[in-house]
């Protein structure tokens, strides 16, 4: 079993940064690719970014978030990190991180992802 806790949601003002953390427990982390997903009110859950379990620049990210989201991990920490900078008001929604355990593929499918985090909101006003 996998316990995700997200953290770093706020408001935000177009042009702004956040820097979200999403803080594991267990044993699998280090093996774990790590996605970060986000749902806006009245849409579906759409993909952000994953660091594959091996780390390092192994990463992918969503065409709307590239060159502005950095995602990144602390395998010491247990931790998974999303810096986001020049927030718009179109990157308003709940923000999920999601681990994909044991598996040397990683996935921008939401159903690929074995353990999800409660959420947190991310707003950023015009």
């Known amino acids: 079993q996998v316990q995700l806790v997200e953290s770093g949601g706020g408001l935000v003002q177009t042009g702004g940064s956040l820097k979200l953390s999403c803080a594991a427990s267990g044993r699998t982390f280090s093996s774990s690719t790590m996605g970060w997903f986000r749902q806006a009110p009245g849409k579906e859950r759409e993909f952000v970014a994953y660091i594959h379990w091996s780390g390092g620049s192994n990463t992918y990210y969503a065409d709307s978030v590239k060159g502005r989201f950095t995602i990144s991990r602390d395998n010491a920490k247990n931790t998974v990190y999303l810096q986001m900078n020049s927030l718009t008001p179109e990157d308003t929604a709940v923000y999920y991180c999601?681990?994909?355990?044991?598996?040397?593929?990683?996935?921008?499918?939401?159903?690929?992802?074995?353990?999800w985090g409660q959420g947190t909101q991310v707003s950023v006003s015009s």
């Open positions: 999601a681990a994909r355990v044991a598996r040397n593929s990683a996935s921008t499918s939401a159903g690929a992802y074995d353990y």
